[in-house]
């Protein structure tokens, strides 16, 4: 059974830094294809933050391009999101995505396997 969790999250002032990860385990001898992460504010729709595929390819939203990076460790296990420069409207509960199939963007419905979250608050 595929696991993933997140750690990493906390309480921050504005222009601070936090870095996220999640761990993986439990999956096949292949690793994901795709893996991402996500965050949530209560009330509003999940959005696509970062994603990265297998072969290192990286995507992100507008409102954080420059500022966080996405990356995994050699052995694909673990997943990092390293966050900088974070503002105010950063907080929410971050979560790890994970996908076997053959397609990498940044939609939910990409992704089959999550994590529990992870709470990131930026206050001013």
């Known amino acids: 059974q595929v696991q993933l969790v997140e750690s990493g999250g906390g309480s921050v002032q504005v222009a601070g830094s936090l870095r996220l990860t999640c761990a993986a385990s439990?999956?096949?001898?292949?690793?994901?294809?795709?893996m991402g992460w996500f965050r949530q504010i209560p009330g509003k729709e999940r959005e696509g933050v970062a994603r990265?595929?297998?072969?290192?390819?990286?995507d992100y939203a507008d409102s954080v391009k420059g500022r966080f990076t996405i990356s995994q460790d050699n052995a694909k296990t673990t997943l990092y999101l390293e966050m900088n420069s974070l503002k105010p409207e950063d907080t929410a509960v971050y979560y790890c995505?994970?996908?076997?199939?053959?397609?990498?963007?940044?939609?939910?419905?990409?992704?089959?396997?999550w994590g529990q979250g992870t709470q990131v608050t930026v206050s001013s």
């Open positions: 439990g999956h096949t001898h292949s690793t994901f294809f795709c």
């Open positions: 995505a994970a996908s076997s199939g053959s397609i990498c963007n940044r939609q939910v419905a990409t992704f089959p396997y």
């Open positions: 990265i595929s297998s072969g290192g390819t990286t």
